[in-house]
T-cell receptor, first 114, second 111 residues
Framework: AQSVTQLGSHVSVSEGALVLLRCNYS??????LFWYVQYPNQGLQLLLK??????LVKGINGFEAEFKKSETSFHLTKPSAHMSDAAEYFC????????????FGQGTILTVHP | GAGVSQSPSNKVTEKGKDVELRCDPI?????LYWYRQSLGQGLEFLIY????????KSGLPSDRFSAERTGGSVSTLTIQRTQQEDSAVYLC?????????FGPGTRLTVL
């Protein structure tokens, strides 16, 4: 079984500041980890994923995340926030196999102030 | 290329009625998933189809919910005797290997 905890349901940053969205997971098997972004009234868009190999993964729009097995974490970062980054972000885990169903965190709403 | 499409985008129905939600996956994707997104429960897995294998129905909340996938392509999620707690956004995703691509969702409102 898998579970995901996203720390902070709301995060607010200034434009140009560092973005850090926290995600911790629990999995009984080696996990596959994902970050998705959702803009208002739209579906989920994949930002990045970790399956195997390099633990620092880079995604779209300047985001990256690092898989830390010892900390069971997969935090999402971006060095400099842009107004267009304002959205809801979801961390998800699957059971480490292809075609696995996703278990999502509760989501973090990111607000970016000018 | 074309992404996952869902129809209708919005559906308003009365309690007790049946509804059908449609998903058109990305061509060539063998896996298809349904999820539900609601304020109280967040994003929940409902059902998953992979090729010709029996579907994984472990997330369906009750026997009022069912889904089928015809010809390995289009899928329909059916909710019978709708209840107010069924109000949510129903998201479909199709996948290849380990990545799922989501459609825009169908917003279901049960009055």
């Amino acid at each position: 079984a898998q579970s995901v905890t996203q720390l902070g349901s709301h995060v607010s940053v200034s434009e140009g500041a560092l973005v850090l969205l926290r995600c911790n997971y629990s999995s009984s098997v080696p996990p596959y980890l994902f970050w998705y972004v959702q803009y208002p009234n739209q579906g989920l868009q994949l930002l990045l994923k970790y399956t195997t190999g390099a633990t620092l993964v880079k995604g779209i729009n300047g985001f990256e995340a690092e898989f830390k097995k010892s900390e069971t974490s997969f935090h999402l970062t971006k060095p400099s926030a842009h107004m267009s980054d304002a959205a809801e972000y979801f961390c998800a885990v699957s059971g480490g196999t292809s075609y696995g169903k996703l278990t999502f965190g509760q989501g973090t709403i990111l607000t970016v102030h000018p | 290329g074309a992404g996952v499409s869902q129809s209708p985008s919005n559906k308003v129905t009365e309690k007790g009625k049946d509804v059908e939600l449609r998903c058109d996956p990305i061509s060539g994707h063998t896996a298809l998933y349904w999820y539900r997104q609601s304020l109280g429960q967040g994003l929940e897995f409902l059902i998953y189809f992979q090729g010709n294998s029996a579907p994984d129905k472990s997330g369906l909340p009750s026997d009022r919910f069912s889904a089928e996938r015809t010809g390995g392509s289009v899928s329909t999620l059916t909710i019978q005797r709708t209840q107010q707690e069924d109000s949510a956004v129903y998201l479909c995703a199709s996948g290849v290997t380990d990545t799922q691509y989501f459609g825009p969702g169908t917003r279901l409102t049960v009055l």
